[in-house]
């Protein structure tokens, strides 16, 4: 579990947590939650889901990929910076406290989730007994104040809990949901789908990759849920999403979750990253 006070009123707190399902060996799933304390007092978060694909330990090694190279890519937001370099620097080498749009903290989240898939891709090609379908998945999230900028590849999801109310606030990149989107089949019927597992788009499978990214306000009490598809393909009532994400502390809800999805089957590698824009009092 993480704290750090954005100000005297506010914290951001977060937990995380993985399994490797009731089914699979291996576990592939990789998750990130760093919180720290930026100029000003103010707390600054990554947080990474990444869904490994492959055989062996190919997708163990894309995910860890992903999240080590996305982390890399926006280390240098999350530090302290004694020369006075803050968030609202335009650059890492900057020293000037130049405000940046919403656009250009999109920019660089986007730019992160592309290197980490250039990375992945590379290595296919220098490990060619691991190239095929190795890559994976992502959700990652940056949230700084009350303001979280979220990108997605693939099937991995966000959701906002707000007031008891789960919103899911990425869209899946499979060919389940394109058949959804353009009205062939109903929301309900990709779990049962035989093509239910193809993704069209992932990290590390072509040179390029595009990048859904997206920037979403905050508010004191709400929860932020990142996961893999192996969590909400097992908890597919949003009611219950939702009364799990009520539980406190957020390690509980984190377990609660972990435990209810692989009480429903565990079929796939589960990976969990909770947020909460939280008052300190």
Not at 103 to 108: A, F, G, N, Q, T
Not at 149 to 177: C, M, P
Not at 239 to 256: D, G, R, T
Request: with cysteine; charged share 25%; hydrophobic share 40%.
């Amino acid at each position: 579990m993480f704290e750090v006070i954005v100000n005297s009123q506010i914290a951001l707190i977060a937990a995380c947590g993985t399994h490797p399902g009731q089914i699979r060996t291996v576990n592939q799933d990789s998750v990130l939650a760093l919180v720290r304390e930026r100029d000003l007092g103010v707390a600054i978060g990554l947080f990474i889901v990444a869904d490994g694909m492959g055989g062996h330990q190919a997708g163990e090694v894309a995910s860890r990929l992903a999240v080590d190279t996305i982390k890399d890519n926006l280390d240098w937001m999350l530090t302290q910076n004694d020369a006075g370099a803050t968030i609202l620097s335009p650059s890492p080498d900057s020293t000037e406290d130049k405000p940046v749009s919403n656009d250009y903290m999109k920019e660089r989240l986007q730019l992160a989730v592309e290197d980490a898939n250039r990375v992945i891709y590379e290595y296919a090609k220098e490990h060619p007994d691991d190239a095929g379908n190795l890559g994976c998945t992502v959700t990652c999230a940056m949230v700084y104040g009350n303001k979280a900028f979220i990108a997605n590849v693939g099937d991995s999801r966000a959701y906002r809990w707000r007031q008891g109310k789960v919103t899911r606030l990425t869209e899946d990149h499979s060919y389940v949901w394109h058949l959804v989107s353009e009205g062939y089949i109903g929301e309900e019927e990709i779990f049962d789908h035989p093509q239910r597992n193809v993704v069209t788009r992932a990290l590390g499978n072509q040179p390029q990759v595009k990048v859904d990214v997206a920037h979403r306000k905050l508010k004191l009490g709400d929860r932020l849920l990142l996961c893999s598809d192996g969590m909400w393909e097992m908890i597919r009532d949003p009611y219950e999403i939702a009364s799990i994400l009520e539980i406190k502390p957020l390690e509980k809800a984190v377990n609660q979750l972990i435990d209810t999805a692989n009480g429903y089957g565990g079929y796939d590698n589960i990976g969990i990253v909770v947020v909460e824009l939280q008052s300190k009092d």
